[in-house]
C-alpha cells in the first residue's frame, strides 16, 4: 500500500506547463530522489505534496495517519530560541510528561489517602519516557549535531543570529529528529561541507522511514538513492535500482523512445498517402475510411523530449593588474573582536584559480567578507593591487525575491533595452515567460541563473564566489565551470563540491 499517491496530475505556470498526468508513488521505506533539469518543475512537486498548492487536475492522497516534514530549500526563519532549545523542542511532549511525573511523585511523597494511585501513575509515566528513550536524548541530539558539523557555541546562539547555512542546519537537524514517516529535503547538502555530506549520506542509508529528496549532486544521490523519479517533459518516470543504474537505463530509454516515435511516424505518413490517394476513389474510398478510423483511434508517441535549454556564462575581462592581485598577511577574522582564523597567509598570482575548503562554521564566508570589505579585519592585513575590479558571488547575498529576473538586471543597468535585457537572461537559460515571473515562482537554480546573468554584465579582472554551485543542474554546472576556466583574471573559489572545482583551481586552502 502506497502512503503517498499522485494520479493524473496536471499544474501550469501561465502558459507553461509544468506536468501532463503526472502519476507517482512512494511506499513505505521507500529511499527516493527525484531529478530533472533546473525549471522542470521539481520543486513546485515538492509543494504540490505537502498541499502548499493546489493540482489543476489530478489527485494528491496521503495515506491517513502518515506523517511527513519538509525541508524547504528557500526556507526563512528568524528566531530568538537558542538552537539547542529549538532541536529539543521536538521532544517537548516528553518533557511535559517528566515534569508531570515529578510533580505527581512531589505530591505522592506527602503521603495522604491517594499515596497509591499518585506513585503508579508517576512509574507509568516513567516507564513510557524510558520506552521513548527519553533518558538517551541528549546523547542522541548530541550524536546529530556533530555529525551536521554545530559547535558547542553555535548551539547556545539564537537562531536568529546564525550564518544563514548554519541556520538551515538546524532546520535539517530538528527535521531528522522528528522522525516522520516521510523526509521531504529539497538540496539538503547545499550548506554542508563534504565530510558532513557523507555523515547526511550515512544517516540517510539507514533510516528506517521513507524519504523524497531534491538534489543535483549526483555523488550524494548515488549513495542514498533506491527508486528515483526523473521529471522530465511534463511527466516523471521511476526507475527503481539506485542512481547508476538509472543513468544507464534513462539512456536506453531515450534511445528507444526516439526510435519507437519515428517508426511511429513512418506508419502515420504512410496510412495518410493511402488515405489521400483512395479517399476520392469510389472503388477503395471505403477501405481509405478504415484506415482513417484507425489512424484517428491511434495512441500517438510524443516526440523525443527537447534537451534542456542551452546555458552559456561568460565574465568579461577587463586588463592585467600584475604579477600578484592578492596579497594576505598574517590576517585575522572574525566578529566582535573574537577571531575565527588567525594567520592567513598567502599570494594570489596572475591568473591563479584557487578553491578555499573547510567545514561549515569555520570561516570562509567570513573570510571573503573581509577581504571584500564588508566586515574589517581583526589584525594583520591584506592588499590588492590598484586597479583590481572584483565580480562576486556571495551565497547571503539579499536578492528581491518579488522582483522577476527581467526587473532585476534593469534595477542594475536601467539604460538597458529590453531586447539586450532577454538576450542576457536567455544566454544563462532564463527565457521567455520566465524571464517576467516573480523570482519567488522560480527555482532555485533559475534564480541562481539570473545571477550569474547580472555577473557577465561586470568587467572585472579577479572573481568570488561563495557555494555558486548551489541549485544548479549538471549542465549548468558544466557551463559555469566553462566559464570560470576561460576567465583569464584571478579567481577565488569557495565550494563543498569537489566534483566541480577538480580540475579547475590551480590548488586547495584549507580553513
Request: proline share 4%; net charge negative; aromatic share 10%.
Amino acid at each position: 500500500m502506497a502512503i503517498l499517491e499522485v494520479k493524473d496530475v496536471n499544474f501550469s505556470y501561465g502558459d507553461k506547463e509544468l506536468y501532463r498526468h503526472v502519476c507517482m508513488k512512494i511506499n513505505p521505506g521507500e529511499h527516493c530522489v527525484l531529478v530533472g533539469s533546473n525549471g522542470a518543475g521539481k520543486t513546485t512537486l515538492l509543494n504540490l505534496i505537502v498541499q502548499d498548492l493546489r493540482p489543476d487536475a489530478g489527485t494528491i492522497t496521503w495515506e491517513p495517519h502518515v506523517t511527513f516534514s519538509y525541508l524547504d530549500q528557500q526556507l526563512k526563519v528568524k528566531n530568538d530560541m537558542r538552537t539547542i532549545e529549538y532541536l529539543y523542542g521536538v521532544y517537548e511532549p516528553l518533557f511535559q510528561k517528566e515534569k508531570r511525573m515529578e510533580d505527581l511523585y512531589a505530591e505522592a511523597s506527602l503521603g495522604g489517602d491517594n499515596y497509591e494511585v499518585l506513585l503508579d501513575k508517576a512509574m507509568r509515566l516513567g516507564d513510557e519516557l524510558q520506552q521513548s528513550d527519553f533518558y538517551s536524548l541528549q546523547e542522541k541530539v548530541g550524536r546529530l549535531t556533530d555529525g551536521l558539523g554545530f559547535d558547542k557555541s553555535d548551539l547556545e546562539k539564537p537562531l536568529a543570529i546564525l550564518s544563514s547555512g548554519q541556520r538551515e542546519k538546524a532546520y535539517l537537524a530538528k527535521m531528522l529528529l522528528e522522525e516522520k514517516d516521510v523526509l521531504l529535503m529539497d538540496e539538503p547538502t547545499n550548506f554542508l561541507d563534504a565530510i558532513q555530506v557523507a555523515w547526511l549520506s550515512s544517516y540517510l542509508r539507514s533510516y528506517q522511514k521513507a524519504f523524497l529528496v531534491v538534489s543535483h549532486d549526483e555523488a550524494f544521490l548515488e549513495t542514498i538513492a533506491d527508486v528515483v523519479f526523473c521529471l522530465e517533459n511534463q511527466t516523471i518516470t521511476r526507475y527503481k535500482g539506485g542512481f547508476e543504474a538509472y543513468l544507464v537505463q534513462h539512456e536506453l530509454d531515450k534511445e528507444q523512445n526516439a526510435k519507437n516515435y519515428a517508426a511511429q511516424q513512418r506508419y502515420i505518413k504512410k496510412e495518410e498517402d493511402f488515405i489521400a490517394k483512395h479517399i476520392v476513389r469510389a472503388t477503395s474510398a471505403k477501405a481509405a475510411k478504415s484506415h482513417r478510423a484507425r489512424l484517428n483511434h491511434l495512441e500517438r508517441l510524443e516526440p523525443p523530449g527537447k534537451e534542456a535549454p542551452s546555458v552559456f556564462f561568460s565574465f568579461p575581462f577587463t586588463h592585467d593588474v600584475g604579477e600578484k592581485p592578492l596579497i594576505v598577511e598574517d590576517l585575522s577574522i572574525g566578529y566582535d573582536g573574537e577571531p575565527l582564523l588567525d594567520g592567513i597567509s598567502f599570494l594570489l598570482k596572475k591568473g591563479e584559480k584557487i578553491a578555499i575548503l573547510g567545514q561549515n562554521g569555520v570561516g570562509k564566508t567570513t573570510f571573503l567578507k573581509t577581504i571584500l570589505g564588508k566586515i574589517p579585519a581583526l589584525e594583520g592585513g591584506f592588499r590588492f593591487l590598484d586597479g583590481t575590479v572584483i565580480n562576486e558571488y556571495g551565497q547571503d547575498e539579499y536578492v528581491d525575491l518579488n522582483l522577476s529576473p527581467f526587473e532585476y538586471i534593469l534595477s542594475f543597468y536601467p539604460m538597458m533595452s529590453n531586447t539586450e535585457i532577454r538576450t542576457c537572461l536567455g544566454k544563462v537559460g532564463v527565457r521567455k515567460e520566465l524571464a517576467m515571473r516573480p523570482m519567488k515562482e522560480l527555482s532555485g537554480g533559475e534564480v541562481t541563473k539570473a545571477r550569474f546573468a547580472l555577473m557577465t554584465l561586470r568587467k572585472s579582472n579577479f572573481l568570488v564566489f561563495d557555494e555558486p554551485t548551489n541549485h544548479l543542474d549538471q549542465k549548468a554546472k558544466d557551463a559555469l565551470f566553462d566559464a570560470i576556466a576561460r576567465f583569464p583574471g584571478a579567481v577565488i573559489l569557495v565550494s563543498h563540491e569537489r566534483d566541480f572545482y577538480d580540475g579547475l583551481v590551480d590548488y586547495e586552502m584549507h580553513f
